[in-house]
C-alpha cells in the first residue's frame, strides 16, 4: 500500500483537501481491497469576482448526489480529488484518460474502469476535501450559466457522445456479481443494466441501486 500513498499531482486552484484525506481513502482502500476508492467531496458555492481572482465563498451546500456505482453509471458524482487509485491492481495503460474527449474525460475513466475493476464508495459519505464552484459558470460543465449556442452545442454533442460509449460498455462478470447480478449476463453493457433497473426488469443486491435518480441539486447540470 506504500505505492498507493504516494502522490505526485497537484490540485487545480479550484479544488481542497482535508488533511486526514489521504488516510481516509488508504484505509478504504486497504479495508475493501478495491482497485478505486471515494470519498466525499462538498461543494461551496463562490462568487466570481475581479478583485478577488479565486472567488468569494458563498456557501457549502454538501456534496453531489450519488452513493455506489449504479448512481455512477448513471450520472457523474465523484470529483476527482476525492478518489485514490491502487496501482498495484490497475494495469498503466488503463489509467491513461482519453485525450480525444475534450471534456468529460475523467468521466469516461469511471465508466470505463468502473466497469472492469471494484470500487469501493463506502466512504463517500466523509467529507475529505472542498470544490469550489464559481457562480457564473466558468469553471465548470453548466449550461444554466452559459447562453452561448455553440457551446451549447459542444456540450450536447460530447454528453452524447458519453452515452454511446454508455450503449459500448460491457461490464465485466466481476463487477455483475458485485452487483447482485448472478449468474453475470453476457455482453450486458451499462445502458442495458440501466434500462433494466428502470424497468424493475433486474433485481441487484441491495434494494437501494433499484430507486430512480433522484438528486438534491440540479447535478445533471454539471455532468451527463
Known amino acids: 500500500m506504500r505505492e498507493t500513498a504516494k502522490s505526485d499531482r497537484l490540485l487545480d486552484y479550484d479544488d481542497t483537501l482535508y488533511p ?3 488516510a481516509v ?34 456557501a457549502r451546500t454538501g456534496r453531489m448526489s450519488g452513493h455506489g456505482l449504479l448512481d455512477a453509471f448513471r450520472q457523474g458524482f465523484c470529483q476527482f480529488h476525492g478518489m485514490l487509485v491502487d496501482r498495484t491492481r490497475i494495469a498503466p495503460e488503463d489509467l491513461r484518460l482519453d485525450e480525444s474527449l475534450p471534456i468529460y ?16 464508495y463506502a466512504a463517500i459519505d466523509q467529507i475529505v476535501g472542498d470544490y ?29 457522445e458519453i452515452e ?36 424493475r426488469q433486474i433485481a441487484l443486491r441491495a434494494d437501494t441501486v433499484l430507486l430512480p435518480r433522484v438528486a438534491t441539486y440540479d447535478s445533471a447540470d454539471v455532468m451527463p
Open 20 to 22: 486526514d484525506a489521504h
Open 25 to 58: 481513502l488508504v484505509n478504504e482502500l486497504r479495508d475493501s481491497g478495491c482497485a478505486v476508492a471515494f470519498a466525499g467531496i462538498a461543494l461551496k458555492g463562490v462568487a466570481a469576482s475581479a478583485a478577488v481572482p479565486l472567488g468569494i465563498g458563498i
Open 105 to 120: 474525460e475523467d468521466y469516461d475513466w469511471h465508466l470505463q474502469l468502473g466497469a472492469r475493476h471494484p470500487f469501493s
Open 132 to 160: 469550489r464552484q464559481r457562480d457564473d459558470g466558468s469553471n465548470t460543465i453548466s449550461l444554466r450559466h452559459k447562453n452561448d449556442a455553440h457551446k451549447l452545442a459542444f456540450w450536447q454533442f460530447w454528453a452524447a
Open 164 to 199: 454511446s460509449r454508455r450503449s459500448r460498455i460491457e461490464i465485466a462478470p466481476a463487477i455483475q456479481v458485485r452487483l447482485g447480478i448472478d449468474p453475470p449476463r453476457p455482453g450486458l453493457t451499462i445502458r442495458r443494466l440501466l434500462d433494466l433497473v428502470d424497468c
